[in-house]
């Protein structure tokens, strides 16, 4: 079945220390991956997608089939980082496929 | 080019009320969603289209319908509002399938007391 999971509910790292949110996923096919972000309060937003392969906001997410992850990491969090992170798979089909999403809180 | 448009931003309705959260993307995008996000939870898709005619349920439809007139337009219906309904909508659209990245509306925040 395909599923995408996200461990960690929330997380909470010191202002200067490194990030990483976890995302596994289970697909059979090519999967698509997206790292999307949600400040308070507003929409959500497109942080990374896997085929592009760049970096935003000093975030970076490489995809590893054989351990079919996709996690997101920042070497050096900052205050403003603080959000909510949804990892999500696109298929071939219509729909993507939603991780639960984690909470970040950058403690100053 | 506004992308995504969402109306209202808030409302609150009494149990049993019904209303219409408006949807409205200016990117020709085909695919377009509804989704329900409950506090502290992830995304649930209530519907979603994959161009003007064609509509399918998701994997909360119970207490929802939509329609697809146009290409542009995604309104979600609410028959008969229950408080178990009360959550932030998001609306979202997408050129296509696979890799096609979705673009959200602001959310309308619904509470039915």
């Known amino acids: 079945a395909q599923r995408v999971t996200q461990p960690e509910k929330l997380l909470s790292v010191f202002k200067g220390a490194p990030v990483e949110l976890k995302c596994n996923y289970s697909?059979?096919?090519?999967?698509?991956l997206f790292w999307y972000v949600q400040y308070s309060r507003q929409r959500l937003q497109l942080l990374l997608r896997?085929?592009?392969?760049?970096s935003i906001k000093g975030f970076t997410a490489d995809l590893n089939k054989g351990e079919t992850s996709f996690h997101l990491k920042k070497p050096f969090a900052q205050e403003e980082d603080s959000a909510m992170y949804y990892c999500?798979?696109?298929?071939?089909?219509?729909?993507?496929?939603w991780g639960a999403g984690t909470k970040l809180i950058i403690k100053p | 080019n506004a992308g995504v448009t969402q109306t209202p931003k808030f409302r609150i309705l009494k149990i049993g009320q019904s209303m219409t959260l408006q949807c409205a993307q200016d990117?020709?995008?085909?695919?377009m969603y509804w989704y329900r996000q409950d506090p502290g939870m992830g995304l649930k898709l209530i519907y979603y289209?994959?161009?003007?005619?064609?509509?399918d349920k998701g994997e909360v439809p119970n207490g929802y319908n939509v329609s697809r007139s146009t290409t542009e337009d995604f309104p979600l219906r609410l028959e008969l509002a229950a408080p178990s309904q009360t959550s932030v909508y998001f609306c979202?659209?997408?050129?296509?399938?696979?890799?096609?990245?979705?673009?959200f509306g602001n959310g309308t925040r619904l509470t039915v007391t």
């Open positions: 697909y059979s096919g090519s999967p698509e």
């Open positions: 999500a798979l696109g298929d071939s089909n219509y729909q993507l496929i």
């Open positions: 896997h085929i592009s392969r760049e």
């Open positions: 979202a659209s997408r050129l296509g399938p696979g890799g096609s990245p979705l673009h």
């Open positions: 990117m020709n995008h085909n695919y």
């Open positions: 289209s994959v161009g003007a005619g064609i509509t």
